[in-house]
Structure formats: C-alpha cells, structure tokens
C-alpha cells in the first residue's frame, strides 16, 4: 500500500510538449509511471513521446480515464492550469511549477478546495511511490519500496532523506515533497493524516523548514492521534529573520515560525527532533527498533 | 521586494488612500525646494517632518552614527528643515533592525507636512495593515487602537486591543467589514466615515498591486477627523513583480548588499550573512539544512546560496566568485544531491570552475551525492587541487570541523 499514488494511477501531463514537461514525462515513462497523455492548448491531435495530446484537460481526462495529472505549466499560467484541472475532474493535481504569484494561489486554492480535489504543491518535486508510480522531478533510482513515508517542503532535503532511509535498509511507503510556498494544496497535517491511515507505513519522516506554522499544527495532532514512529527536522536554524530563504514561504517574519520553535513543538509532542539532516535514517531505524520493543 | 516609505505612499495614494503628504530629496537643496512648496501659505512657523528614507524599520528610535541625529524628525520652519537634512543626509542610519549589519546610508530624505496639528477632536495613532494569512490562505486585516508601535509586543501584551478581519477572496473586502473595523478602532462620526473609506482603499491597493505586507503605523486620526496615512509599508510579492514593471523598476539597490546584488545578476540566489564557512547547494531547504550543519561542525555560515537543481560548471564557477568575494570566508562547502544531474558531470564542472579562477587560497570541500557519486568523488580527489572531497553528508560535517581547526591553529 501506499498514500496518493500507485501503479494504477492514469496520469496525463499538463505542460506536456514543453522542454520541462517533455523531460520529465520522458523520466517518468521510463520510471514506470502510467502517464495516458498530455495538454498542451493548440497542440491538440499531436503525438508526444508516443501519446496523444490534447487541447484541454477535459477532452484528455475523457479519452484516457485519467486521474491524476501533473502540472509543468510556466507560473504566469499556472493557476488556471491548476483550475482547468480540478474542474476537469481529476482526484490528485501535482503542481510542480515554481514561482505563482500567491494572489493567483489564493484563488486556485479556494477553487479546488470548493470542488474536494486534492494537489500536492506548488513548488514542489512531486509525489513517488516507489516501484510504482514516479510522479514529479526527484531522481527514481534513490527510492526502494519499503515502509517509511516521507514528507518535506524541500526538493534535494528530501532526497537526502530518501538516500539516508534507503541505505538503512527500510526503503519508503511513498515520499511527498509538499512544496516550499506560502500557499499549498496539501500541508504537513494533510499527509501525515494519510500516512497515519496507511497500514504498511510503519514510520513517518516529517521535514519542515521555517515560516509559517503548518509543522506545529501537524505535531499537535501527531501527539494525539498517532503511534507510529515520527523523525522531524527543520530546515533554517542559521537563518536570519526577516529574509527569503530561496523558497517563498521560507522566511521568519515578526519573531514567528523560527525553527527552534517548531523544533520545541514537534520535540514536545513527541516526535524524534533531530539537529542534523546526517541523522535522519539512523534515528529512523533507532525508533523503529524501540516502537517494536 | 522592499519599497521606501516615499514610494510607498506614491502607490497607496494613487489608490485613493489619503496620506501625509510629502516630498524626496536627495540634497539640502532639493529639501529647502520641498520645504517651501508643501503649504500653500509658505513654510513660516509650520512644522515639517524630515525622515530618513531606508529600508530598515525602528527609524524613528534610530540614530545617525556621524551627527547624533534621530531618523525622523520633528522641525520648525526652512532652517529646521536644512539643519535635519544636514545632519541625515550621507550619514548612517542605526536602527534596532539594522544595526548588526553595521547601519544603512541615508541617500535620501522625506520632508512631510506635518500632521499633528491642533483642533477640535482628539489625536490618535491607530495600527492597520493587510498581510496574508498563509494557514487559512486568506488575506488578513489586523488593526489595533494602539498605533505607533511594534505590533507584535500588543499582540502580546494586550490581544484584545487587536482586531483581525479575514477577506474571502470569492468576494473580496465588503463594507460590513470596513465597518467592524472601524467600530473596533473606537472611530466615530466623520473620523469613522473617513476609516471605512480609508480602508477599503488601503484594500485596493494591497490586491491591485500584488502587495504581501501593507502596513500603516500609524494610521492616524487629525484634530478634523481626517484619516492619513503617516507611515506606510509596502512589500511586493517577488514572484508577481512580472506583471508590475512600474513597480519593479522602483527598486532601490543601494539599500541592498553589493555582493546580493551582483549574485542576483547571474540569477543566483544568494544571501550574505556573517560567518566564516561559504556555501554553494543545490536546492533550498537543502542550503538552509547545510548552514546549519556548518554551524553543528564549529562554523558559521557566510551565506546561503541555492544554485538549483543543475549546478552547471558555468553556475558553479559564478557561485565560487561571489562566495570568494565576501573577505570573512575561511573554507568553502559544496553540498550538491545529483539527482537528475549526474555527480561526475558536477565534479568535472567543479574543477574546470577552479581552474578557471585560479588562485583559490581558502580549503574547499565537495560533498556529491547521488548518481556516480564514487567517480564524482574520485574526480575530486584526482584533480590535483585543494579540494577534499565527501559523499555523505556527516562526513562533509566531519571534513568542515577538521579544516576549521587547521585554519584556526
């Protein structure tokens, strides 16, 4: 088992024929992934890398039974990709793009939230389930198929924690990278509450970086509603106040969303804080051996 | 992206939204000019209000290093006008926020009327701005009868003097909530007709300019129940600046560090910090997690600085001259998870960038992970050059503690 995706998933591509969503798609063919087809608007009738493209995204879902579909969309025309995709009746939009103004977020958010679809990101490499189904940037090869679920607002972070799990021997569940933006579909709340439900992830790795608060909120319900072994670290104990760390929604404003405070939430709730990301997989294993005891 | 007060409220008031008014000078001559055109009646016994123009907050508590002189001032007449900006212009601003970096250089001054005059009703400063609310993923009004100082403290100290309106943005800001404000400021009669305009304007300008953070303080109250903004701050969401290029082009880099600001023309994402061990990463929260184990291994990182997720040798070669530039650097890391990208094309990209430059005199260790990260490694270690090599990221920690203590001994 696994959360969001598996081999079943029918996915089509927006953004297919463009340099970012033709690479990709190709890595992701070549992963295994059922990708059913693209969108591309005016490019409809075409054939891209063996598959059918479409004009919109409603034509693509009804020809191909897609359900999930992953958006390579440059940010000025995101949202509205991100819209067409919801109203288009897909379960799961992954939004890989970096960059939407979060005036167009703040509508595309209400406008998916309205119609019950879920998406991972923006800003985000995206969602993979080991041996099943790669949907999104990460490099394949690092991810095996085990019992760990890993979630992060990072792109490389996580796969360093991918890599460091991996070589622990207990490989990962599925792996979401929620996205580094202010605004995002899914929190760090929503995927734990998924990881929880899921019987065959025995463990959780929860990376968070500063701003905001969506790691305190998930480590309060984590301290009441789960058992399972949770590994936390966050990103920008070294970063100043006041300044964008590279993601948008990375930055301590008005003394808030330290990462020593999240760090004191998640340490309190009960979640196995670590300083360094070096410590990830072993102190994964370490609470794995002493839940089972 | 930062704006300074002047423009600031060039923007708002373009809105609709009524402010002190006030004119920029970059010279005495421009402020004495400024001066003597605010009042319609001349400038003869009227006050002025002289503020420096930088980016850093507290400036009004700040002090001009070289003449001792406050931030913002309170001056009679022509000559109180010419002796403040004599005193702040090319001098250096020390506030509360800014201080640790060593202050910032006053280029330009506003002179601004006065707004504290006497009459009929009592004065009042409030607190208003508009910010995003990133866990309901809604814009947010905070307003507070306690204006003119640092919101967060009455946050803390007296909650109930805050009141907060979120804005469904199906429908935008409606009067009712212009409304519930103003009854919460205390605003009555015309001084609440004048609030519940003022907002919806400040409103208009938040969402029409893509604006993250708008902040009056104070919003303030006349003796003739006018509303004005006497301050305002207003930041720009970077990522909506493409859309803006009036507002874009209003950036000031002066108040910018020199190195940000050549990183930022090669498109890297650097940011300057104060310690001795540079960085270059590939990834955000990867770079940020790597500061911080600089630190564990003894270090203080000198920067942050994402090269993204190709990490070209053309990259990689500008990451080194920027990081090479800052004076304090002691040692280099480079972390880079090669993922798509494979690690012997980075290792060979990091060692032509070397080449290239020449000259490197700080030790500089490379920490490949990921696809062919054992012949990235060897790449590394045969190259010849001062450079040590890691594959895992504890061992990169070890590497860092071990070069700190040479450089130390």
Known sequence: ?293 | MKLHEYQAKEIIKQFGVPIQDGKVAETVEEALAAANSLYEDGPEGKFFVVKAQVHAGGRGKGTIKETGAKGVMVVKGVEGVKEAAEKMLGGTLLTIQNQATGGSKVHKILIARDMYYPGPSERKEYYLSITLDREKGQDVIIASSEGGVNIEEVAEKHPEKIVKEWIDPAVGLQAFQTRKVAYGLGLSGAAFKHGTRFLAALYKAYKQTDADMLEINPMFKTADDQIVAVDCKLSIDGNALYRHKDIAAMRDTAEEDPLEVEASKYKLNYIKLDGNVGCMVNGAGLAMATMDMIKLSGGEPANFLDVGGGASAETVEKGFRIILKDPNVKAILVNIFGGIVRCDRVANGIVEAYKNIGNISVPIIVRLQGTNAELGAKIIDESGLEVTSAITLAEAAQKVKEVLAKTSA
């Open chain 1, 1 to 293: 088992m696994s959360i969001l995706v598996n081999k079943h998933s029918k996915v089509i591509v927006q953004g297919f024929t463009g340099k970012e969503g033709s690479f990709h798609a190709q890595q992701m063919i070549e992963y295994g992934t059922q990708v059913v087809g693209g969108v591309t608007p005016n490019k409809g009738g075409q054939m891209h890398l063996e598959r059918p493209v479409f004009n919109t995204v409603h034509e693509a879902v009804q020809e191909t039974g897609a359900d999930v579909s992953i958006i390579f969309v440059p940010p000025a025309f995101a949202a509205d990709a991100i819209m067409e995709a919801a109203d288009a009746g897909v379960r799961l939009i992954v939004t890989i793009t970096e960059g939407i103004p979060v005036k167009d977020m703040i509508y595309a958010k209400m406008y998916i939230d309205d119609r019950g679809v879920r998406m991972v990101g923006p800003n985000c490499p995206g969602v993979i389930t080991p041996g099943e189904c790669k949907l999104g940037i990460m490099p394949g090869f690092i991810h095996s198929p085990g019992s760990i679920g890993i979630l992060s607002r990072s792109g490389t972070l996580t796969y360093e924690a991918v890599d460091q799990v991996t070589k622990e021997g207990l490989g990962q569940s599925t792996c979401v990278g929620i996205g580094g933006d202010p605004i995002i579909g899914s929190t760090h709340l929503d995927i734990v509450k998924l990881f929880n439900e899921d019987p065959d992830t025995k463990g959780i790795v929860m990376i968070g970086e500063i701003g905001g608060s969506n790691e305190e909120i998930a480590a309060e319900w984590i301290k009441d509603n789960v058992k399972k072994p949770v590994v936390g670290f966050i990103a920008g104990q070294t970063a100043p106040p006041g300044r964008r760390m590279g993601h948008a929604g990375a930055i301590i404003s008005g003394g808030k969303g330290t990462a020593k405070a999240k760090m004191d939430v998640m340490a309190a709730c009960g979640i196995h804080v670590v300083e360094t990301p070096a410590a990830i997989g072993a102190t994964m294993a370490k609470a794995l051996q002493q839940a089972a005891v």
